[in-house]
């Protein structure tokens, strides 16, 4: 009893006396069941019954026959199939010559079941339909086709590729030519593709990248000028000064000598995409693909296009944003350069006359004539700070050009550092600060360079004296299993959330801090930082306005993370009395210790 389906009803009305099967009530049983099965599923299925291969089949198998159906029943499997039947005709004669099944899974194959060669993928089995004496009869098969399935995972995978590739490009240029380089590698859905992009005077359009073209094509010039609305050279696709939002689909003149893309036949249609800017909103270019000549141009297809038009927009802009960015770094970069270049040559100017008038200061000071001269110990003081602040800034510009010479050596952190806190002990009295500190005896030395590791601590000191009016100041040293922290805290005023993010910027100074002073260059806390990383080490500082800070300066045991010519296992630096002294003298200055 056949069902009430479409193919039921065909298979029913046809004359079967006019084909090899002959009247349907004398087939023999097989095939009435083997009918009736495929009937009865929404599974695409077909049989194929005796030597011509009699095609019969269900209502799920008719869009796998396109404009074949409905003159496909009853025909000859190699009539119909005739585009295909060297792949698939001898898996047939497999079943019916060796009665073994086949299978296949998302086998290519190329049908022209919609007036044109099209790419399609299948997955299908064939299957022998024997007597009770093991004769074969017929070919049973039930079939996927699995065309849109492989096409969207080969169109995801390239718009992953556009995706992690120029993720991270540092360039415009970059962008382009890694996405023609992907694009290239699918040529099954871009059989070309160029990327035009407007030059800054929107006066013509440059090519930025292609695939699928010789590099001399006419087809891609690499400029196109622009006057009024019209080009020049003239293009062969339909590109407008008029920005505009949607695609253009266009087909390409059949008499041009046109990419060929994977197959013999050449494509006859063409895309055109936007290329938008997110800082203008305005049209910044086209992207030019062409379509697949054994594809058909459907929504998915379209959807895909458009996705990789926005994969690639969205790369070029953000590259364009990096390269913004990158220019305002370097142009701030060489801004910090450029005060840094002159600081130092005025500080080397300062350093020499400086030197003669601190020699003066201290002889005269030594003479009972001038030892209680009003103003000659304040400007031995104020001398004294000048040339703490040019030898500062003279470190730094060392720093940056990379000609200081550090010396690591093994010291007791302990010792160099519970001495150098102790040495800040009278201005904090006087700034009626209570100061703490607290070092354990470490289990092995730590390679330092001195002179720098005290300019770290001292200034760290000075600036937690500077900014803490009331409360106290603490020092620890805090030893791990393969670094040491030296922790310097404070009661003092904090700092914002915004202060924080530029503390260690060069030339930086916070406007809103309440502190003892203003005074100051700006780069003591900069070449901290510098000195810190020198030793292979880090800087973090946590604090909250009105809750004080927390500097804290980590470095690692050992010497193997530093350069091994600058290492010495033998202590040969002296401690440099002078460089504490310069410090106290002016932090005394802000405490009332000494008149200005």
């Not at 056949?2 to 004359?15: D, G, P, T, V």
């Not at 005709?89 to 190329?110: C, H, K, M, Y």
């Not at 891609?220 to 008029?242: V, Y």
Request: net charge negative.
């Amino acid at each position: 009893m056949l069902s009430s389906h479409q193919m039921a009803e065909k298979i029913r009305n046809k004359n079967w006396l006019e084909s090899p099967l002959g009247d349907m009530a004398g087939w023999p049983a097989q095939l009435k069941t083997s009918v009736q099965i495929i009937l009865d599923s929404r599974y695409p299925m077909f049989v194929w019954w005796g030597k011509h291969l009699i095609n019969i089949y269900n209502d799920a198998y008719i869009p796998m026959l396109g404009n074949r159906h409905p003159n496909a029943l009853g025909a000859c499997a190699s009539d119909i199939w005739s585009d295909i039947w060297d792949v698939i005709g001898p898996q047939a004669d497999i079943v019916f010559q060796e009665g073994r099944s086949t299978w296949n899974e998302d086998l290519p194959l190329f049908m022209r079941r919609h007036g044109y060669l099209e790419e399609t993928f299948f997955t299908f089995s064939y299957s022998p339909i024997k007597n009770e004496h093991g004769d074969i009869l017929g070919l049973f098969c039930a079939c996927t086709e699995e065309t849109s399935q492989v096409l969207k995972g080969r169109r995801l995978h390239t718009l992953r590729r556009i995706s992690a590739v120029t993720e991270e490009a540092d360039s415009v240029g970059e962008v382009c030519r890694l996405s023609a380089e992907i694009l290239t590698d699918n040529f099954f859905d871009i059989p070309f593709s160029l990327m035009y992009l407007w030059d800054r005077d929107e006066r013509s359009l440059c090519l930025a990248a292609q695939s699928g073209f010789r590099p001399d094509s006419p087809l891609a010039p690499l400029r196109l000028a622009i006057d009024g609305d019209t080009f020049h050279p003239q293009p062969w696709w339909p590109l407008s000064r008029s920005p505009k939002r949607d695609e253009t689909v266009f087909t390409i003149d059949r008499q041009l000598n046109r990419p060929g893309g994977p197959w013999p036949e050449p494509p006859d249609q063409g895309m055109v995409l936007p290329v938008e800017s997110w800082e203008t909103q305005k049209q910044s270019g086209y992207l030019i693909v062409g379509i697949s000549s054994r594809l058909a141009l459907d929504d998915r297809y379209r959807e895909f296009l458009n996705l990789l038009a926005k994969g690639i927009t969205g790369a070029i802009n953000r590259a364009q944003v990096r390269t913004e960015e990158r220019k305002r770094i370097e142009a701030l970069a060489e801004l910090n350069r450029a005060k840094t270049e002159f600081f130092s040559n005025v500080s080397h100017e300062f350093r020499t006359p400086l030197t003669l008038i601190l020699g003066s200061l201290e002889e005269a000071m030594q003479t009972t004539t001038f030892a209680m001269a009003p103003g000659v110990e304040v400007a031995h003081r104020n001398a004294v700070r000048m040339l703490k602040l040019v030898n500062t800034l003279l470190d730094f510009s060392s720093l940056e050009a990379g000609r200081m010479q550090a010396v690591f050596e093994p010291v007791d952190l302990c010792e160099l550092t519970i001495d150098l806190a102790s040495s800040f002990e009278s201005a904090m009295k006087n700034a009626g600060l209570e100061l703490f500190v607290s070092c354990p005896t470490l289990s092995q030395p730590v390679y330092v360079d001195r002179t720098s590791w005290e300019k770290i601590i001292l200034n760290l000191l000075s600036n937690a004296l500077k900014f803490t009016l009331q409360g106290r100041v603490s020092v620890e040293v805090c030893p791990h299993a393969e670094n040491v922290d030296v922790r310097i805290e404070d009661s003092g005023v904090g700092m914002s959330r915004e202060t924080l993010d530029h503390v260690f910027d060069r030339f930086f100074r916070a406007r809103e801090a309440l502190g003892r002073t203003f005074e100051g260059s700006g780069i003591g806390l900069a070449l901290v930082k510098e000195l810190v990383e020198m030793h292979g080490g880090k800087i973090h500082v946590e604090s909250e306005p009105g809750r004080g800070s927390v500097f804290t300066v980590t470095v690692p045991f050992g010497f193997h993370h530093l350069p091994p010519e600058q290492v010495y296992h033998t202590a040969t630096q002296p401690k440099d009395e002078r460089l504490a002294k310069s410090f106290i003298l002016e932090s005394e200055q802000w405490t009332g210790g000494a008149d200005h």
